[in-house]
C-alpha cells in the first residue's frame, strides 16, 4: 500500500487521525488550510462530530500564532479519501477499511 501508514489516536469519543498527514499523503498541491476547508464543506463535516481543531506547537518562541491542525475521524478520512477519485485515495479507503476490522 505504498507505506501508508498514519497513527490512528483516541480523541475524546473518537478514532481519529491528522488531517495534514492525510492531505500530504494523497499529494494535494492546494495549500492545507484552504483544501481543508473544502473538504469540510465537501464531505459536510461537523465539528465535534467529525474534526477536532487542535494547535500545532512550534517552539516556545516561535512568534506569531500557532497553526491550526486537524484530527478527523477515520470515516471522514475515508470519505474524503473515495472523493479524491485517484489512486491513493483508494488505497486510503482499503487502509481505513483494514484498521477497523
Known amino acids: 500500500m505504498n ?8 480523541t475524546g469519543s473518537m478514532f481519529t487521525v491528522d488531517a495534514r498527514a492525510l492531505h500530504e499523503w494523497l499529494g494535494v498541491r492546494r495549500d492545507f488550510s484552504n483544501w481543508f476547508k473544502d473538504q469540510v464543506e465537501r464531505v459536510d463535516m461537523v465539528e465535534r462530530i467529525h474534526y477536532e481543531v487542535v494547535f500545532a506547537i512550534k517552539g516556545e518562541n516561535s512568534g506569531g500564532r500557532p497553526a491550526k491542525d486537524f484530527m478527523i ?7 474524503i479519501g473515495m472523493m479524491s477519485n485517484t489512486a491513493r485515495g483508494k488505497e486510503v479507503r482499503r487502509y481505513f477499511e483494514a484498521c477497523e476490522d
Open 3 to 10: 507505506n501508508l501508514a498514519m497513527t490512528v489516536k483516541e
Open 73 to 79: 475521524t477515520i470515516s471522514a478520512a475515508k470519505h
